[in-house]
C-alpha cells in the first residue's frame, strides 16, 4: 500500500468523523449501496481509460479533429 492511498484513507475517515462529530451532513452517499455504486463507477472508469491505453485508434487518421478536415480535405 502506497502512503498516499493511507494518506487519503486517513483523511477520509478523519472528514467523516468530523462531519458525524460536528452534525454537518457528510460530502458523500451515506448508504453502503451509494459507496458502493460511487467504486464500482470509479472501477469502470479506470478499466476503460486502461483498455482504451492499450488498444490505440486504427482510424486516427481517418478523424476530421477540431477543424473537421479529413485526409482527403488536406492535399
Do not use: Q
Not at 498516499?4 to 448508504?31: D, E, S
Not at 485508434?57 to 479529413?70: F, I, L, M, V
Amino acid at each position: 500500500m502506497s502512503w498516499k492511498l493511507g494518506v487519503g484513507l486517513l483523511l477520509g475517515l478523519v472528514i467523516g468523523l468530523g462531519c458525524r462529530w460536528l452534525g454537518i451532513p457528510v460530502p458523500a452517499p451515506p448508504m453502503l449501496v451509494g459507496a458502493s455504486l460511487v467504486v464500482a463507477m470509479t472501477s469502470g472508469y479506470l478499466l476503460a481509460d486502461n483498455f482504451i491505453a492499450r488498444h490505440p485508434a486504427n482510424h486516427r487518421h481517418d478523424c476530421g479533429g477540431p477543424s473537421g478536415d479529413t485526409k482527403e480535405t488536406r492535399t
